[in-house]
């Protein structure tokens, strides 16, 4: 994270050449530097040329993506540039670089709060020898004593001086810039904010408020380039009218303005609707836009008219909302409030031993075209999209003792660490996000998942509030520290603003285009680098080089409309469901055949009963029209590859959306005569949507898989009958799986988190009250399955560990595989379930120190696998499977 804030104004620092009369200031762009004084401008050359050539030897980052400059005494310079310093005086003598928190006098110091996303740092005049320098965030300021600690820390307003309490109330905070000068001994200060800026004396208050032109002429005497906004023309605004507030959106980015808003109940704060308004043509301000708009409900009040003077502090919009004929008008006056359109609090915790994510220098790697020299972090990406990530306090890291360091994450543990350590979490919608970076993601079958992310909150009401990076898969695949770490963290987080794979998008409700290459050609943050296609018509390649040759760091237009325009419960976390609502079969029309060479299948039980989970077995193999095909091996629905559609009795279509939903590199196979498919077992009974068959009747499911060549491959219809209860027993035992809870319990295999308790306490009345019945098997599958496993729980002291039950899992196991192996009843799991059931056994015998009986447990697999006759490869993969797991234990033990 960087140590200042991205700024909106076209050049990235400014700094004074002297504190005394005659004032010059000069000012940064890239490598491009400008000197002014308070009339005129002075010069605009290379910054290497600049000052008789005293910054011609700077390294990059500092030569060409400084966000900062700190004028110090004695003739040296301090540059800022991301997390890191460098401090230069004026004969080209380098006397200090590193990461500024570790800057000797000044970085120590910094209160936790102030180590990033500044909008200021300023250097004041010395005090009785000792260097002081002003922080500025929001409207708050620490005043760091250089070698000393914290001189003030608090409120602008609370600042040394009567001027500070006089400050208006469209200048009181988030300062782009900041000058310090010292004329006659007075403290005066030069603020900028977007394009208005501000004269400060300290003792008397504000002297001059307006244009950079009206406060010092000789900034508006600045080349053009420097003058120009770096950030999008756009703004928020807020306003009050008959017991309404709105949030207002006016973005004037693209060729036609687009207006958005929300409205909320003032007496209560409730959300009751969004609407979104396309302009008509492009405008300049002062504008009025006037159309009908498109509302998230339907309302009588379609006509909507904006009258924006400018997009910038001190300016207003008065929204007007009628009825199509302009009758009934409520006219709102509102308030320019910032320059980003979305505002959201980020709160990072790490596990020790990793890092929080970091930053890229654009000057690191050669740039594609539209890409400039910059400092590019998580929030400079959100921030050239008009969202703000407002970081909540400091990154906290998190102690993980030696002994649990490898230990593994399962959904299950990332919800209820979030649910508890997550200080700003509540179930509820609002702009808050969660972000953990662990050690490494666990499958469900207890197995190491290569996913170096997840946007893991996918259940319950609320959702999209919490996502998860993985350190040591990232450092396994050599990304920690790289631009490749720092896509991934902004991937997640568009996942969490609800944005879908660019080769994904037809799966959202309502669908959405993809763009070239069936979106595999986007160049996106949600797209996957090493998947990419670039456009044949303009030469481009494929795969990871040639998505870094083309990206310039943003997202597509469509994605940038999602967030900054899209209605409020489908962005704000907590709101709908990833990619999930209602839609009829025609808008998820079949796409054109698939030349891949593959087929895929979904195989399984064709009939279960009243709350019985639901699963199936997804095939991925040759068609036939060749002998070998590229696949990839990514078969879980819901993943990056293969989608599950579920149409309902009543003809309605979804997707089926898992709770968890994992993004990184899958590995790529050649399917022909030695590996002719690739299986797996799917659980579809409970995803993000809640309950995917909580009616009797008939449903049919259809595959649809993205092959490496972009084309989308399409299942036959797999029907499946739920029936309804057969007596009372069987409405009762239902009932007890059908609980969301007890959902979401089966999804991970299990929970000991504490929002979980009443799901668990149903599964163990089931086992209890009814151990005999088909669907016991169930319960004890997840049941088994979670004691068998360390389980992590975040505290505020670091992580605990639940060390596994070996006793109960073996129980419970136990009863699983008996049951399912029984010849005389048709109760049990399906075959890849069994599978995962029998290795888990074997490992927690083997945890309980009995490897004989592990043994025999994985000789069991293989021999009941082989008698039920299935195909050699498939029989290959499970001996294969079983001595992995064998010679692990061994290695263990």
């Known amino acids: 994270m960087g140590f200042l804030r991205s700024k909106t104004t076209g050049f990235s620092a400014i700094v004074t050449t002297t504190l005394n009369q005659p004032w010059t200031m000069w000012s940064l762009r890239g490598d491009e530097a400008a000197l002014v004084d308070t009339k005129a401008l002075q010069w605009h050359k290379p910054l290497a040329q600049a000052f008789d050539g005293a910054f011609a030897t700077l390294p990059e980052p500092f030569a060409g993506c400084s966000d900062g400059v700190i004028r110090l005494s004695q003739g040296s310079t301090l540059f800022l540039a991301g997390d890191q310093c460098l401090e230069q005086d004026w004969n080209k003598k380098v006397l200090h670089q590193g990461p500024i928190i570790d800057y000797p006098g000044l970085g120590p110091h910094i209160p936790a709060a102030f180590r990033s996303d500044l909008d200021v740092a300023v250097q004041l005049p010395a005090e009785y020898s000792t260097r002081r320098t002003l922080l500025i965030k929001g409207d708050q300021c620490a005043v760091i004593r250089w070698g000393e600690g914290v001189g003030y820390q608090g409120p602008l307003s609370g600042m040394e001086g009567a001027g500070w309490k006089m400050l208006p109330a469209d200048m009181s905070g988030d300062f782009d810039h900041a000058v310090m000068c010292f004329p006659n001994g007075v403290y005066r200060t030069l603020f900028i904010k977007g394009d208005k800026a501000m004269d400060l004396d300290w003792g008397r208050g504000p002297t001059a408020v307006g244009t950079w032109g009206e406060v010092v002429a000789g900034l508006a005497a600045l080349p053009a380039d420097f003058q120009k906004p770096r950030l999008p023309a756009a703004g928020r605004f807020s306003g009050v009218a008959d017991g309404v507030r709105v949030d207002l959106r006016v973005d004037l980015e693209g060729e036609l303005p687009v207006v958005s808003g929300d409205l909320f109940t003032v007496s209560n704060g409730a959300y009751y609707n969004s609407f979104i308004l396309d302009g008509g043509q492009a405008v300049e301000l002062p504008a009025t836009i006037t159309g009908t708009a498109k509302y998230a409900t339907e309302t009588g009040r379609t006509r909507v008219s904006v009258r924006v003077d400018k997009l910038a502090p001190g300016g207003t919009a008065t929204l007007t909302r009628s009825t199509p004929d302009g009758s009934d008008p409520t006219v709102f006056t509102c308030s320019y409030v910032s320059r980003f359109l979305r505002t959201i609090d980020w709160e990072i915790d790490y596990v020790a031993g990793s890092t929080p994510v970091g930053q890229y220098a654009t000057t690191d790697h050669p740039r594609p075209p539209g890409l400039d020299k910059r400092i590019m972090t998580v929030q400079a990406a959100f921030a050239d999209a008009g969202v703000e990530l407002r970081t909540a306090g400091a990154a906290n890291e998190v102690a993980l003792s030696e002994a649990d360091k490898d230990k593994m994450w399962s959904v299950a543990e990332l919800d209820a660490a979030m649910r508890r350590h997550f200080s700003l979490h509540r179930d509820a ?3 808050k996000l969660w972000t953990f970076i662990a050690t490494r993601k666990a499958y469900d079958d207890g197995t190491a998942s290569p996913a170096d992310g997840t946007m893991f909150d996918g259940d319950g009401t609320f959702q999209r509030q919490g996502m998860a990076t993985f350190y040591d898969v990232m450092k396994e695949v050599e990304i920690v520290g790289t631009r490749d770490e720092l896509f991934t963290f902004i991937h997640e987080i568009g996942h969490a603003l609800n944005l879908a794979h660019t080769f994904g998008k037809q799966d959202a409700i309502p669908k959405q285009p993809l763009g070239l290459r069936n979106g595999y050609g986007d160049k996106s943050f949600m797209n996957y680098q090493g998947e990419y296609l670039g456009d044949p018509a303009t030469g481009e390649g494929n795969g990871d080089a040639a998505f870094w040759e083309a990206f310039a760091w943003q997202f597509t237009p469509g994605e940038l409309r999602h967030m900054r325009h899209g209605f409020y419960e489908h962005v704000v976390m907590g709101g709908k469901p990833f990619l999930t609502n209602a839609a009829h079969l025609p808008a998820l029309a079949p796409p054109a055949p698939s030349r891949s060479g593959l087929r895929v299948r979904l ?175 169930h319960a004890r599958m997840a049941k088994g399955a979670n004691a068998g496993r360390n389980f992590l729980t975040l505290t505020e002291t670091g992580v605990e560990v639940r060390p596994a039950d070996t006793d109960t899992s073996i129980e419970q196991l136990a009863a699983v595989v008996e049951t399912t192996l029984d010849p005389t009843t048709d109760a049990g799991v399906d075959n890849i379930t069994l599978n995962e059931s029998m290795r888990r056994l074997a490992r927690a015998h083997a945890r309980a120190g009995d490897l004989e009986q592990a043994d025999t447990v994985l000789d069991q697999l293989v021999e009941t696998f082989r008698d039920k006759d299935v195909p050699e490869p498939v029989l290959a993969t499970i001996v294969e499977q079983a001595e992995t797991a064998r010679t692990e234990l061994h290695e263990q033990a």
């Open 429 to 431: 919608l609002q702009w």
């Open 603 to 777: 195989s399984g039980s064709e009939s279960f009963s009243h709350g019985e989970p639901v699963t199936v077995e997804i095939k991925l193999s040759l068609d036939g029209s060749r002998p070998a095909a590229e696949a990839v091996d990514d078969l879980k629905p819901g993943g990056s590859h293969l989608t599950v559609l579920i149409t309902d009795p009543a003809g309605k279509v979804r997707p089926f959306q898992p709770i968890a939903r994992d993004c990184g590199n899958h590995d790529r196979i050649t399917l022909d005569e030695g590996t002719p498919a690739l299986y797996t077992g799917a659980y579809l009974g409970y995803g993000a949507g809640g309950f995917t068959f909580p009616e009797p009747g008939t449903y049919r499911l259809q595959a649809r898989y993205r092959a490496p060549d972009g084309s989308t491959v399409v299942s036959p219809d797999h029907l499946i009958a739920v029936k309804a209860p057969a007596d009372d027993t069987d409405r009762a035992v239902g009932d007890l799986l059908l609980g969301s809870q007890q959902g979401i319990l089966l999804a991970l295999r299990g929970s000991d988190a504490p929002q979980l308790a009443e799901g668990n306490a149903a599964l163990d009345t089931l086992i209890a009250d009814h151990p005999d019945h088909p669907l016991a098997v």
